[in-house]
């Protein structure tokens, strides 16, 4: 019906290819997000040879991605949200793409598919040093990317750096991933994204903290040279400064019962929320009714307190990821979302990656106390594109090393074609 029926093996295998790096390597880019995913699901369509959706299913991350999606569409059942507008819930439809990413890894287009992923960040990288040194502008303008996702985006670089050089055993090879975690770390240090950098270096001690085992004597030892390190950054940082200020500003204005302000808009955003979730906490207030509860519910609640907000910004999320949750689907969103955390974790855990896995589940947790990260479109498909990566590599070198049936792995190479051959239960044929 789609007509691959007539591409030879090699023709084929070069358009799924194709579609693997154009995925992996244009996923920063706003304007080409549809036609990538749609070519992405396209080349899995026509490879008769990737991981079938019966063995897809068994995995507990996309048995957790499914069920997180259709509660969010069970929640339209309930909900009075119009049908114009943004619908940022349905971004958390973006999680789905692990799916048939991971279903066309194998070990011939892992090594295109790191390359792609590593070109595409140091793209954006030094995009966005660019905008910074050069231009004197916070985020990438030219990528649609504000100074929120290009924080981010520097953050998971300087973590997983951090992670990557605990695991090497090479020492040079360790030093180099140190530096890049500390120029990525002095980079965040010059957007104005508080939270996520706060994210970062929450991350970063729990990370060394669990690799290296420390006691709590050395653990304090040890905070005298990282504290150093990052007051060396913030003091050479105008950006950090400024937002002390604005910070001290905003919670002066406070004081005074005004909330037009970064943290001020923050802290009604989540009083607001957790009062919409008292009121109906098992289902939420149903699917996409958020804004609209918000914008409602400020005209009355604690007197009006909050009423001038939606002209001061209009309402487009709760800036966390559990209280958004929790107002659209209550207990049940929740409980999705937990899921969705422990599903995620175990995949790296049953490969043997749990540091890794410690390391992106504290990240999105921790980024996720100060905004919607799983809405941030690239980031949450960054995180799960390198797992799939990390899964497909950790199941290749299982089978190289011949224990099978361990890490759940489904594709073995013929010898003489080097054409990957779907197999059932990660068994050796």
Same mark, same amino acid.
């Given at each position: 019906?789609?007509?691959?029926?007539?591409? $030879?093996?090699?023709?084929?295998?070069?358009?799924?290819?194709?579609?693997?790096?154009?995925?992996?390597?244009?996923?920063?880019?706003?304007? *080409?997000?549809?036609?990538?995913?749609?070519?992405?699901?396209?080349?899995?369509?026509?490879?008769?040879?990737?991981? &079938?959706?019966?063995?897809? $299913?068994?995995?507990?991350?996309?048995?957790?991605?499914?069920? /997180?999606?259709?509660?969010?569409?069970?929640?339209?059942?309930?909900?009075?949200?119009?049908?114009?507008?943004?619908? #940022?819930?349905?971004?958390?439809?973006? *999680?789905? $793409?692990? %799916?048939?990413?991971? +279903?066309?890894?194998?070990?011939?287009?892992?090594?295109?598919?790191?390359?792609? %992923?590593?070109?595409?960040?140091?793209?954006?990288?030094?995009?966005?040093?660019?905008?910074?040194?050069?231009?004197?502008?916070?985020?990438?303008? +030219?990528?649609?990317?504000?100074?929120?996702?290009?924080?981010?985006?520097?953050?998971?670089?300087?973590?997983?750096?951090?992670c990557f050089a605990c695991f090497c055993r090479n020492t040079i090879v360790r030093l180099c991933l140190a530096v890049c975690t500390l120029?990525?770390?002095?980079?965040?240090?010059?957007?104005?994204?508080?939270?996520?950098?706060?994210? &970062?270096?929450?991350?970063?001690?729990?990370?060394?903290?669990?690799?290296?085992?420390?006691?709590?004597?050395?653990?304090?030892?040890?905070?005298?040279?990282?504290?150093?390190?990052?007051? /060396?950054? +913030?003091? &050479?940082?105008p950006v950090i400064q400024e937002r002390l200020d604005q910070a001290e500003a905003d919670i002066t204005r406070m004081q005074q019962g005004?909330?037009?302000?970064? =943290?001020?808009?923050?802290?009604?955003?989540?009083?607001?929320?957790?009062?919409?979730?008292?009121?109906?906490?098992?289902?939420?207030? @149903?699917?996409?009714?958020?804004?609209?509860?918000?914008?409602?519910?400020? %005209?009355?609640?604690?007197?009006?307190?909050?009423?001038? /907000?939606?002209?001061?910004?209009?309402?487009?999320?709760?800036?966390?990821?559990?209280?958004?949750? @929790?107002?659209? /689907? @209550?207990?049940?969103?929740?409980?999705?979302?937990?899921?969705?955390?422990?599903? !995620?974790?175990?995949?790296? #855990? #049953?490969?043997?990656? &749990?540091?890794?896995?410690?390391?992106? =589940?504290?990240?999105?947790?921790?980024?996720?106390?100060?905004?919607?990260?799983?809405?941030?479109?690239? *980031?949450?498909?960054? *995180?799960?594109?390198?797992?799939?990566?990390?899964?497909? !590599?950790?199941?290749?070198?299982?089978?190289?090393?011949? %224990?099978?049936?361990?890490?759940?792995? !489904?594709?073995?190479?013929?010898?003489?074609?080097?054409?990957?051959?779907? =197999?059932?239960?990660?068994?050796?044929?």
């Open positions: 019906m789609l007509g691959h029926q007539h591409l $030879i093996p090699h023709q084929r295998e070069m358009l799924i290819r194709v579609a693997l790096v154009s995925f992996a390597a244009g996923l920063w880019f706003s304007v *080409l997000y549809s036609f990538l995913i749609i070519f992405l699901v396209l080349a899995w369509l026509i490879d008769d040879r990737a991981a &079938t959706f019966s063995q897809l $299913i068994a995995e507990p991350l996309v048995q957790a991605i499914f069920a /997180l999606c259709a509660i969010l569409l069970l929640g339209l059942l309930w909900s009075e949200a119009p049908l114009e507008g943004r619908h #940022k819930w349905t971004k958390y439809f973006l *999680l789905l $793409i692990y %799916v048939p990413f991971l +279903a066309l890894l194998n070990r011939q287009r892992l090594p295109w598919v790191i390359g792609a %992923v590593f070109a595409g960040y140091c793209l954006v990288l030094f995009t966005g040093l660019y905008e910074w040194r050069v231009e004197n502008r916070q985020g990438i303008p +030219a990528f649609n990317m504000s100074y929120l996702t290009f924080s981010a985006m520097l953050g998971v670089g300087c973590v997983l750096a951090c120029v990525l770390l002095y980079l965040q240090f010059h957007q104005s994204a508080r939270g996520f950098l706060l994210a &970062t270096l929450l991350t970063l001690m729990i990370v060394l903290t669990v690799h290296f085992r420390i006691a709590l004597r050395m653990l304090a030892a040890a905070v005298v040279p990282i504290l150093l390190v990052i007051l /060396l950054f +913030a003091y &050479t940082s005004y909330f037009n302000s970064s =943290i001020g808009y923050r802290i009604a955003l989540w009083d607001v929320g957790l009062y919409g979730i008292a009121q109906k906490p098992l289902l939420g207030q @149903g699917t996409g009714m958020p804004e609209q509860f918000f914008d409602q519910t400020v %005209v009355y609640y604690k007197q009006g307190l909050y009423r001038d /907000l939606p002209a001061f910004q209009k309402t487009s999320h709760y800036h966390n990821d559990w209280i958004e949750i @929790g107002m659209q /689907l @209550g207990a049940l969103g929740l409980g999705s979302f937990l899921f969705l955390l422990w599903a !995620w974790f175990q995949t790296f #855990k #049953k490969n043997g990656l &749990t540091l890794p896995g410690i390391c992106v =589940i504290s990240f999105i947790v921790l980024s996720g106390l100060t905004e919607t990260f799983l809405i941030f479109g690239r *980031l949450p498909v960054l *995180l799960l594109v390198l797992t799939a990566i990390a899964v497909c !590599w950790r199941r290749e070198a299982l089978d190289n090393s011949g %224990v099978t049936g361990v890490a759940g792995g !489904w594709v073995k190479s013929k010898p003489d074609s080097g054409i990957e051959e779907t =197999i059932k239960g990660g068994k050796n044929g």
